[in-house]
Each structure stands twice: as C-alpha cells, then as structure tokens.
C-alpha cells in the first residue's frame, strides 16, 4: 500500500492518498462546530475528480447531528458520480449514534481504513 501526506492538509483533517484513493484522517470530534472545515474540504475533493473518499474516525471521540447531515450530504453527492463515502474506524459511541438513527444503513461502513481500501462498493 502506497502512503502519500496530502499538502496543505488541515491540522485537524490529515490528508492521505493511498494507492491513488483519497483518505482523510480527522483528529476531532465532528460537530457542527467543524463542519464547515470538513464539508469544504469534502467538496474540494468531489470538484477535483475524487470519486472514492475514505474517512478515518478511528479518532472521533462523537458525532453531532451536524455531523450527520453532512455525512448523508457527502454520501449522496459521491453517489452521483459514481462514488462512494466510506466511513472507517469508529469508535462504540459513534457507531452507536449511527446505529440509532438508521444512518449506518445507508453509508458504507467498515471496521479500519484497510478493510475500506480492500472492499468494493458498487
């Protein structure tokens, strides 16, 4: 597996480009405080041509309902190009939070970034 630091990462959101496959390693809870960063960076990504985007959570301690929308946000747009949000890493309280709501039923969801990068989704 090829291992790239993105430039310009935020030093809340670590970058990565792994085997030509975006990553993004958050390093915070997401909340609606954040946001904004996260969407941003997000849509840079889609805008770009990144049509796979894994986010690493294994250092998300919760999710707000902020957090939420965005994710299903995210999910639907990568959709429609022919993409995919993969979430990776959570932790019990937030697969919990996904879990509760339903949301884990329509994101692609797995245990670690590397069950992400083996796992097909379409």
């Not at 990553?23 to 809870?29: M, P, W």
């Not at 990568?78 to 959570?90: D, F, N, P, R, T």
């Not at 670690?112 to 379409?122: C, F, G, P, V, Y």
């Given at each position: 597996?090829?291992?790239?630091?993105?430039?310009?990462?935020?030093?809340?959101?670590?970058?990565?480009?792994?085997?030509?496959?975006?990553?993004?390693?958050?390093?915070?809870?997401?909340?609606?405080?954040n946001?904004?960063?996260?969407?941003?960076?997000?849509?840079?990504?889609?805008?770009?041509?990144?049509?796979?985007?894994?986010?690493?959570?294994?250092?998300?301690?919760?999710?707000?309902?902020?957090?939420?929308?965005?994710?299903?946000?995210?999910?639907?747009?990568?959709?429609?190009?022919?993409?995919?949000?993969?979430?990776?890493?959570?932790?019990?309280?937030?697969?919990?939070?996904?879990?509760?709501?339903?949301?884990?039923?329509?994101?692609?969801?797995?245990k670690?970034?590397?069950?992400?990068?083996?796992?097909?989704?379409?």
């Open positions: 597996m090829k291992t790239e630091p993105e430039a310009g990462a935020s030093s809340q959101i670590k970058g990565l480009n792994i085997d030509g496959r975006t990553a993004l390693a958050l390093k915070q809870s997401i909340t609606w405080e946001c904004d960063d996260l969407k941003k960076k997000l849509k840079d990504k889609i805008d770009a041509g990144h049509t796979e985007i894994i986010l690493d959570l294994k250092k998300v301690d919760h999710l707000d309902s902020a957090a939420l929308e965005l994710l299903v946000e995210m999910h639907d747009s990568l959709m429609q190009v022919g993409g995919a949000l993969k979430i990776a890493g959570l932790n019990e309280v937030c697969r919990d939070i996904l879990l509760a709501t339903r949301i884990i039923n329509i994101l692609f969801v797995y670690d970034i590397n069950e992400a990068l083996a796992r097909k989704t379409s």
